[in-house]
């Protein structure tokens, strides 16, 4: 047999191999790949990602597939990272007009609400809702709900839910096609989709003629609502807030809460409701800097931290994109910081008293370049997880990776954080991150490919590991045994695993098997575990690990392979270990009986590079060392003949 056939052979038979994947596992353990979550789609804009509050997501998009009209799609992902239904996406409402703009909100668990501009009924458009189903149902009938009348257009709107699954939109207008008068209202819908005012037209909040434009809303779970807005006064874009009841009364007073310092210009803010019976709002300001304001409003709408807010740091530099986090009794702040056309991130947690709880603000990571467009999540023990887009060279488009900070300040993760989306220089967008319910997250981010635009997802475990739980899967020969080893990170009581074993044969890759279980060792953050397996085959076998949980969530790891060595009246060779290899590596084979054996090295352009001369060997296991000591990095091959017999393995040389 010649050496470019067995090698032709080798690498049919690889290819084989790295087809086997865990059955059933969605999530892929590189960040440079990715999971998929959306198909066949033209070019999905605008995408809003919330939690499903059982650990998965909701995705919605505009996309236009029909090529003439924007339609508002949405996909659902359990924690497992497995879609619910089509992937390429299922429409929120058969109106046949354009669709533009969806913005989302959490609604009960394994639903969520969607409001978009619908341009059916009008040139200026109309604002629908529509509640889904994690199966992909659409709950407030095949179009949706209208909740704004023909007449205004509609500039800016937001949604939030409260615990009964109610839901509030806050909506800005134009009164008249001028512009000379804006309103802001307030839209209320019950989970079952019947506007609870009774009126298509909502509460108005505010009629004044200063333009407004970003506004927020908070339910206060009594049926009213929390609304924030910006408005320009005076040549000044000033923050303002209003807190309503369920019949639409202001409970502040006629005129709303003055947030900001009248004197100065807001340009953003972001706000979410504390642990202290009060509202935590931050913002970014334009003066001779950017500088980062942030205040606790009471419920009752007193400012608690001075008239005007205070100053969140001192730090030198442009400071913009304030994004605030409150769970777990914690308020912490994130901006990214400008300075000599370099941008960072920091974070800096305050008590109620808005004192800064860590010595010096804190960044997300120390590296030059710029990393900027960052997302806070709790990471349910008092600090965060930070995602961010990271331009480290200069060439190169940036990669999207994230950190998780302890609630003392401390990196808890590699320094220079981890990849999230790191397939190399394309352009990614839309970043968003979701809890999976147990300290950890799931990024959700769009990825041009190919010149496609397409949707993609990567899971985070609250220790920095990518997707499995389980680490380090090793399979070794141990004796007449194969010795299966692995760590496992974040495990519950409740976790237990499944020690699956398949081979290769020459009609392929047998199912998988089930050859032990392994019940926790208890709670703990990385946990040791061994299973020996004693094969009835030999050659080339696949083990991994299934882990999983009394609430049905299944996890497989990544894939092991072996070659067990065992007389069955003819010649084994086994692979090289380590493989890769940087130094030297083994490599075992077994004779039935003694046997003048010979050895050659190739490279990757065929060429002998080195040869052991034919020698005797024993009956039983044996074994020789390879030395990749002056070689260059690479895919290399190795063959063993004796005799008529010819097998060649694939090996690789890394530094």
């Known amino acids: 047999m010649s050496i470019k056939s067995c090698l032709n052979g080798f690498i049919s038979l690889f290819l084989i191999i790295i087809c086997v994947s865990p059955l059933g596992a969605q999530w892929v353990n590189n960040p440079s790949i990715n999971t998929k979550l959306v198909i066949d789609g033209t070019n999905p804009i605008n995408i809003s990602s ?42 929120t409402s058969d109106l046949n007009g354009d669709k533009v703009n969806p913005i989302a909100s959490s609604n009960l668990p394994n639903t969520a609400v969607v409001v978009w501009k619908d341009y059916t009924r009008n040139k200026n458009g109309n604002l629908f809702a529509q509640r889904v189903y994690s199966n992909g149902n659409l709950l407030w009938q095949r179009n949706g709900v209208r909740i704004t009348p023909d007449y205004p257009d509609v500039t800016d709107y937001a949604v939030c839910s409260d615990d009964a699954g109610n839901v509030y939109i806050s909506y800005i207008a134009k009164a008249n096609e001028f512009g000379s008068s804006y309103k802001l209202k307030l839209q209320k819908i019950s989970a079952a989709g019947e506007l609870l005012n009774n009126e298509i037209d909502g509460i108005l909040i505010h009629d ?54 009248s004197s100065q210009t807001v340009l953003s803010y972001s706000v979410q409701n504390s642990d202290f019976s009060s509202i935590y709002v931050a913002w970014q300001i ?20 001075g008239q005007g807010g205070r100053v969140a740091s001192n730090r030198k530099g442009n400071k913009t994109n304030p994004q605030v986090l409150t769970a777990d009794s914690t308020i912490i702040l994130s901006w990214t910081n400008e300075i000599n056309k370099d941008k960072d991130i920091y974070i800096q947690k305050f008590n109620v008293k808005g004192i800064q709880r860590w010595k010096e603000d804190v960044p997300v990571i120390k ?28 060439s190169i488009r940036p990669d999207i990776y994230a950190q998780r900070i302890s609630g003392t300040g401390k990196r808890l993760w590699d320094s ?16 968003s991150i979701v809890s999976d319910l147990r300290g950890g997250a799931i990024a959700i981010f769009k990825e041009m490919r190919e010149s496609k635009g397409e949707i993609y997802a990567q899971k985070i475990f609250n220790s920095g590991t990518y997707v499995s739980q389980i680490i380090g899967l090793n399979a070794i020969l141990n004796g007449d ?144 060392t390879f030395s990749g000591k002056n070689l260059p990095p690479g895919v290399y091959f190795y063959r063993i003949q004796a005799g008529d017999f010819v097998d060649v393995r694939k090996m690789v040389l890394a530094r």
Do not use: C
Request: charged share 25%.
């Open 286 to 305: 334009q003066k001779s800097e950017k500088d980062i304001y942030h205040q606790l409003i009471s419920y009752s709408g007193k400012p608690l931290w």
């Open 481 to 624: 045994s194969v010795k299966i080893s692995w760590y496992s990170a974040n495990e519950s009581s409740e976790t237990n695993y499944d020690v699956e074993r398949t081979i290769q044969t020459e009609n392929g890759t047998a199912p998988w098997s089930i050859v032990g279980n392994i019940k926790s060792a208890g709670v703990s953050n990385v946990k040791y575990y061994e299973f020996l397996d004693r094969p009835k085959e030999a050659g080339s076998i696949f083990y991994r690990i299934v882990q999983k949980d009394n609430h049905g969530n299944i996890q497989p790891s990544d894939v092991a392979k072996v070659s067990f060595l065992e007389p069955k009246g003819k010649i084994t060779l086994g692979d090289n270990s380590p493989n890769p290899f940087s130094d030297e590596t083994t490599i075992l084979f077994y004779l039935e009986e003694p046997t003048w054996i010979k050895f050659e090295f190739f490279n990757s352009h065929i060429e002998v590079i080195k040869e052991i001369e034919g020698q005797n060997y024993p009956r039983g296991e044996n074994k020789i």
């Open 50 to 91: 919330v939690e499903d509050l059982k650990g998965g997501a909701f995705i919605f998009w505009q996309d236009n597939k029909s090529g003439f009209q924007n339609e508002i799609l949405f996909v659902h992902m359990d924690g497992n990272g497995k879609v619910s239904f089509r992937p390429d996406g299922k429409k």
């Open 367 to 394: 590296l030059e370049r710029d990393q900027f467009g960052q997302k806070l999540l709790s990471d349910g023990k008092s600090g965060a997880i930070v995602a961010w887009i990271d331009k480290r060279q200069e």
């Open 416 to 431: 220079l954080g981890i990849a999230v989306a790191s397939h190399k220089n394309t352009e990614k967008s839309y970043p």
């Open 208 to 261: 004044s003629p200063g333009r407004k434009s970003s506004s927020s809303v908070i339910a206060d779970d009594e049926g009213g609502a929390y609304i924030f807005w910006l408005e320009n006064l005076n040549n000044k874009t000033i923050l303002l807030a209003q807190h309503v009841d369920s019949t639409g009364k202001s409970l502040w007073g006629k005129r709303p809460v003055v947030v900001s310092n």
